[in-house]
């Protein structure tokens, strides 16, 4: 079992949907991320949190500690938002910053 | 500026060539890290320079070989690839630094990649 879970693997969606993409993930983190890569493309960093909620125009994250549980919402989806989207935690007390990647999401936004 | 640069943005190599892969910020960051990424997979994580030293070596293969100049270079030297070592190499930044009674980690910025092919 993956230390950092990812549901859906892929997801369709219409233009003006709200999405929701989740993250499990079963280590003690300092901090969790959700990560943009679009496709052939570079990473993006969307959110790091390390509690409650963060909101970025039409993006949200949320995180439960105690459950071990982060999502990220979109609202009024857009044809620009397919990509993937990638959760990572941080690797509690390692000796420097060292990710544990999720196996992404790959979006796809229809007009 | 809150950038990672990388160059080249492709690269085509044969497996005799020795090319290198460059990656600069100027965001201050004393923490810089190479991954590999292959298609349809997470990054992997293949080295971390921590002050301009390396701190995590991956067991990546030699035939890769790492270089932190000064605090805002990083490259990686390539000689003697194999075609499976094509892939999108990413590099990315991070403060890094440890501040008493504050968070241990700290957000990776990342650059956009460099996409190898190994003839």
């Known amino acids: 079992k993956n230390e950092v879970e990812q549901s859906p693997q892929n997801l369709t969606a219409q233009e003006g949907e709200f999405i929701t993409i989740n993250c499990s993930y079963s280590?003690?983190?300092?901090?969790l991320h959700w990560l943009q890569q679009h496709p052939g493309g570079g990473i993006v960093s969307l959110f790091m949190?390390?509690?409650g909620k963060k909101k970025h125009g039409r993006l949200i994250a949320t995180i439960n500690i105690q459950e071990k549980h982060s999502s990220l919402h979109i609202t009024a989806s857009h044809p620009r938002d397919s990509a993937v989207y990638i959760c990572?935690?941080?690797?509690?007390?390692?000796?420097?910053?060292?990710?544990?990647f999720g196996t992404g999401t790959l979006l796809a936004v229809q007009p | 500026d809150t950038e990672v640069t990388q160059t080249p943005k492709h690269l085509v190599m044969g497996m005799t060539n020795k090319k290198s892969l460059k990656c600069e910020q100027h965001?201050?960051?004393?923490?810089m890290y190479w991954y590999k990424q292959k298609a349809k997979k997470p990054p992997e994580l293949m080295f971390v320079?921590?002050?301009?030293?390396?701190?995590i070596n991956e067991s990546v293969p030699s035939r890769f070989s790492p270089e932190c100049p000064n605090s805002s270079l990083l490259n990686l030297h390539l000689h003697a690839l194999q075609p499976e070592d094509s892939a999108l190499y990413l590099c990315?930044?991070?403060?890094?630094?440890?501040?008493?009674?504050?968070?241990?980690?700290?957000?990776?910025?990342f650059g956009p990649g460099t996409r190898l092919t190994v003839l």
């Open positions: 990315a930044s991070s403060q890094d630094s440890v501040v008493a009674g504050g968070p241990l980690w700290n957000e990776q910025f």
């Open positions: 280590v003690g983190i300092s901090a």
């Open positions: 949190l390390s509690s």
């Open positions: 990572a935690v941080g690797d509690y007390g390692g000796a420097t910053n060292k990710l544990i």
């Open positions: 965001m201050g960051h004393r923490a």
């Open positions: 320079y921590s002050y301009e030293k390396l701190s």
